[in-house]
C-alpha cells in the first residue's frame, strides 16, 4: 500500500489529507499520514482574532486526531527535524513536556509521496532586538500569549489612567499588510467591548495604534483606491499610520527607526515579512530560495525530488509573467486541491499537471467598522473592488468554504448555526 505522509495541518495540508483519507485512504489504496507540531488545527487567518479576544480558539479550533478518525487518516504528533531522501523517510524530533522529561523519543516516518506544507513564519529581516520584545502571530499558541498580554496591559493602563488623566496605551505594529491592518481595526473593537464589560477608565483617546510600513501604502496587494478606504476607515478609529518608515532597532520602550526617532510602545507586534522555517533549508539536498521555501516545478513537485511536493507559503513557483505564486491562504487551497488531483494522476499512471495559480482578489476585514477588497481578480481579466456589507459577506464565506472543505456542507451548516447562538449565549469577547 502507498504511503503518503503530508508534513504540515494548515489550510492546505489538512484539506489535503482530509480529500486523500477519503479517496484513497477509505478504500485502502493508500495510506495517509499527516504530521503537525500541534494538536489542533486554527485557520491562520482568524489568529489576529484571537490574539484580541475576538474569537474563541477554544471553541472554533478543530481536533486533529478526532478529524484523522472521521476521514481516514493518521495522524502524528511531532515536528519535522530532517530528511532523508535515500532511505525515503522523514525524522521528527522528540518530543518533552513542561518538566522537559521525554514524551517521545525521535521517530522517523517513511513514505512514497511527501507533501510538504509547514507554512510560513514572519520574517524580522534581523532586527535588533525585534524577537526579544516584538510578539509574533505566526500560530495559535503565540495569539494565545498576545492576548493575555494585551489583557493584562490593559488592566494595568485603565488603573493608570484612573489617577492619571493625561496616560497614553502606545501599541505598535510593524507591517501594513492585512495581518497588520486587520489587528489595529481589531483592538479598537478589543477597547471599547472591554470598556463595556467594566474597564472604562481608559477613554477612546488615551489608546493610541501606530502601524509602521515601510512601504508608500498600506495594503498593497489592494488597488490603491481600497488601500486609500482602508486607511480612511483607520484614522476615523484614530489609528496612525506611518508609511516609509523603516525599523532600525526595537527596544523595551519602543520602535527606533533608521532616522533615530523613537515611536514609543507599551506592547509591540511585528506582522512584517514572510519566510518558510529554518530547517526547511537543511532537507537533504532539496532546492531553496533565500526565504527558505522550497522551489517548485509547475506540478508542485520539488526541483530535485518528484516523489517530494510543497504547497502553500513554504513553496516557490515563478508564473509565467515572472512573478511568484503569493503566499495566502487561497493559493494553498488551490495548491491542496491541484496536488490532490495529481496524485490521483500518478496512481493511474498519467502525465501531471501544471499548476497555475487563480487570483480570486482580496479582502481586508477592519473588525465590525468596515471591510474592503476585490473580487475576481484575473479570472476576469481586471477587479471588481467591494466595500461595506458586500465585502464583509465575502470575507465570512471564505471561512466557511474552508470549513466546507474540511466538514461537508451539513456539518459547516450546523457549525454556522452554532456560532449564531454562541453570540447570543457567550461574551462578545474572551475575557480571560
Known amino acids: 500500500m502507498k504511503k503518503i505522509v503530508i508534513v504540515g495541518g494548515g489550510a492546505g495540508g489538512l484539506e489535503l489529507a482530509t480529500q486523500l483519507g477519503k479517496k484513497l485512504g477509505k478504500r485502502k489504496k493508500a495510506q495517509v499520514k499527516l504530521v503537525d507540531a500541534n494538536n489542533t488545527h486554527l485557520w491562520k487567518p482568524l489568529l489576529h482574532e484571537v490574539a484580541t479576544g475576538s474569537l474563541d480558539s477554544g471553541i472554533d479550533e478543530l481536533s486533529y486526531r478526532a478529524h484523522a478518525y472521521n476521514h481516514h487518516f493518521i495522524f502524528h504528533l511531532g515536528r519535522m527535524s530532517g530528511l532523508d531522501r535515500a532511505e525515503k523517510e522523514i525524522i521528527l524530533e522528540p518530543m518533552y513536556d513542561e518538566e522537559q522529561h521525554e514524551v517521545l523519543p525521535e521517530r522517523r516516518l517513511s513514505y512514497d509521496l511527501l507533501i510538504i506544507a509547514v507554512g510560513s513564519l514572519t520574517n524580522d529581516f534581523g532586527t535588533k532586538g525585534a524577537q526579544q520584545f516584538c510578539s509574533f502571530l505566526d500560530g495559535r499558541a503565540q495569539a494565545d500569549h498576545f492576548h493575555q498580554k494585551l489583557l493584562n496591559t490593559y488592566l494595568k493602563a485603565n488603573n493608570t489612567a484612573k489617577n492619571s488623566g493625561d496616560f497614553k496605551l502606545n501599541i505598535g505594529i510593524v507591517g501594513a499588510g492585512a495581518t497588520g491592518v486587520e489587528l489595529a481595526a481589531e483592538l479598537?473593537?478589543?477597547?471599547?467591548?472591554?470598556?463595556?464589560?467594566?474597564?472604562?477608565?481608559?477613554?477612546?483617546?488615551?489608546?493610541?495604534?501606530?502601524?509602521?510600513?515601510?512601504?508608500?501604502?498600506?495594503?498593497?496587494?489592494?488597488?490603491?483606491?481600497?488601500?486609500?478606504?482602508?486607511?480612511?476607515?483607520?484614522?476615523?478609529?484614530?489609528?496612525?499610520?506611518?508609511?516609509?518608515?523603516?525599523?532600525s532597532e526595537v527596544t523595551e520602550e519602543g520602535f527606533v527607526t533608521k532616522d533615530g526617532d523613537l515611536i514609543p510602545a507599551e506592547l509591540k507586534v511585528w506582522a512584517a515579512g514572510v519566510k518558510a522555517p529554518e530547517w526547511v533549508a537543511q532537507l537533504d539536498g532539496l532546492e531553496t530560495n533565500r526565504v527558505n521555501q522550497l522551489v517548485v516545478k509547475p506540478t508542485?513537485?520539488?526541483?530535485?525530488?518528484?516523489?517530494?511536493?510543497?504547497?502553500?507559503?513554504?513553496?516557490?513557483?515563478?508564473?509565467?509573467?515572472?512573478?511568484?505564486?503569493?503566499?495566502?491562504?487561497?493559493?494553498?487551497?488551490?495548491?491542496?486541491?491541484?496536488?490532490?488531483?495529481?496524485?490521483?494522476?500518478?496512481?493511474?499512471?498519467?502525465?501531471?499537471?501544471?499548476?497555475?495559480?487563480?487570483?480570486k482578489g482580496s479582502l481586508v476585514n477592519l473588525s465590525r467598522y468596515s471591510t474592503v477588497g476585490s473580487l475576481m481578480g484575473n479570472l476576469t481579466g481586471g477587479s471588481m473592488m467591494v466595500e461595506g456589507r458586500i465585502a464583509r459577506f465575502v470575507y465570512i464565506s471564505l471561512y466557511r468554504l474552508h470549513q466546507v472543505a474540511l466538514h461537508g456542507y451539513f456539518r459547516t451548516l450546523l457549525m454556522t448555526l452554532s456560532g449564531r447562538i454562541n453570540k447570543v449565549i457567550r461574551p462578545r469577547l474572551k475575557l480571560h
Open 300 to 359: 508542485l513537485q520539488t526541483n530535485t525530488d518528484d516523489d517530494i511536493f510543497a504547497i502553500g507559503d513554504c513553496s516557490f513557483m515563478l508564473q509565467e509573467d515572472g512573478k511568484p505564486v503569493p503566499p495566502r491562504a487561497q493559493a494553498a487551497h488551490q495548491q491542496a486541491s491541484h496536488v490532490y488531483k495529481n496524485i490521483l494522476l500518478l496512481n493511474e499512471g498519467k502525465l501531471l499537471k501544471d499548476y497555475i495559480y487563480q487570483d
Open 188 to 247: 479598537h473593537n478589543t477597547a471599547s467591548q472591554l470598556a463595556a464589560y467594566g474597564l472604562d477608565q481608559l477613554k477612546k483617546d488615551q489608546l493610541k495604534v501606530t502601524i509602521i510600513e515601510a512601504g508608500e501604502r498600506i495594503l498593497p496587494a489592494l488597488p490603491p483606491r481600497l488601500s486609500a478606504a482602508a486607511h480612511r476607515e483607520l484614522s476615523k478609529l484614530g489609528v496612525e499610520v506611518k508609511n516609509q518608515t523603516f525599523i
